[in-house]
């Protein structure tokens, strides 16, 4: 779905107007494709522009200054953030004293983020050494084995 022209417009105007620790985050962001993924520095969707966004992490990054702790901007943020947990979109809030501090913590929060909800994140703990696949032990009942037989066919 396109977005309306005034938020593109919008979206392009805070590019250029990016704070100090939107942008030391963009700097990291871009240069290290946080683990293969890709982001996006203010991306309009619908009637809100994140700071940052991550399409394939179905992810947006904020970057929040002591204003989002007055008057009645965290009840907006909450809004925001249901608006976007509404259409699959999580929502990190990072302090911009943390990217000031160090733009590793708030990386290293992205990180994090991203591995907690993962979909590719295994389910438990990894297995006890020698009980994974690979090991020379046949596969579980049920499973098929990833190496092909002789002949072919398995």
């Known amino acids: 779905m396109r977005e309306p022209k005034a938020f593109i417009t919008k979206a392009r105007e805070l590019r250029k107007d990016m704070s100090l620790p939107e942008r030391l985050l963009w700097s990291a962001l871009r240069s290290s494709q946080l683990d293969g993924l890709r982001f996006r520095r203010q991306h309009p969707m619908g009637p809100y522009v994140f700071d940052f966004f991550c399409g394939a992490a179905r992810l947006a990054v904020e970057v929040d200054d002591c204003a989002h702790d007055m008057g009645d901007q965290p009840e907006r943020d909450a809004v925001r953030d249901a608006w976007m947990a509404d259409r699959g979109i999580r929502t ?63």
């Open 92 to 154: 990190l809030r990072i302090p911009a004293g943390w990217v000031l501090e160090s733009v590793d913590i708030a990386v290293a929060a992205i990180r994090s983020d991203l591995a907690e909800h993962s979909p590719h994140r295994p389910f438990g703990p990894p297995p006890p050494q020698g009980e994974a696949f690979g090991t020379g032990m046949p596969p579980p009942v049920g499973e098929v084995s990833a190496k092909p037989t002789e002949g072919g066919v398995s």
